[in-house]
């Protein structure tokens, strides 16, 4: 059983919206925070967004501020990742990631997450 079970994505167009969820199977504690990086193809993995379950802080890449939300729901630790006004540059495969990150500062650094999803494919058409 996956620590991490993601759920969402598929082909949109340009301008619609699509929601990806992520549930983690274990019980958060301490500085624990989830999120989304992506992958397009040829490229490296980037960071999209996080959310710290202390702060309750969510943090955004710049090139998706405005238009992406981040929240959770506490009850069975899942977080969300609401995508609106996408473009065909959000293409790519969004991994969902759960840790504990060293701090704020540190949220968006890939080699702090300790669990990773299997991906999910998101395309957006133009």
């Known amino acids: 059983q996956e620590e991490l079970e993601e759920s969402g994505g598929g082909l949109v167009q340009a301008g619609d919206s699509l929601r990806l969820s992520c549930v983690f199977r274990?019980?958060?504690?301490?500085?624990?925070?989830m999120g989304w990086f992506r992958q397009a193809p040829g490229q490296e993995r980037e960071f999209v967004a996080a959310?710290?379950?202390?702060?309750?802080?969510?943090y955004y890449a710049d090139s998706v501020k405005g238009r992406f939300t981040i929240s959770r729901d506490n009850a069975k630790p899942t977080v969300f990742l609401q995508m609106n006004n996408l473009k065909p540059e959000d293409t790519a495969v969004y991994f969902c990631?759960?840790?504990?990150?060293?701090?704020?500062?540190?949220?968006?650094?890939?080699?702090?997450?300790?669990?990773w999803g299997r991906g999910t494919q998101v395309t957006v058409s133009s």
């Open positions: 990631a759960a840790g504990w990150p060293a701090g704020s500062l540190r949220v968006s650094a890939s080699s702090q997450y300790t669990y």
């Open positions: 274990e019980r958060p504690f301490g500085e624990f925070a």
């Open positions: 959310f710290r379950w202390r702060d309750r802080g969510s």
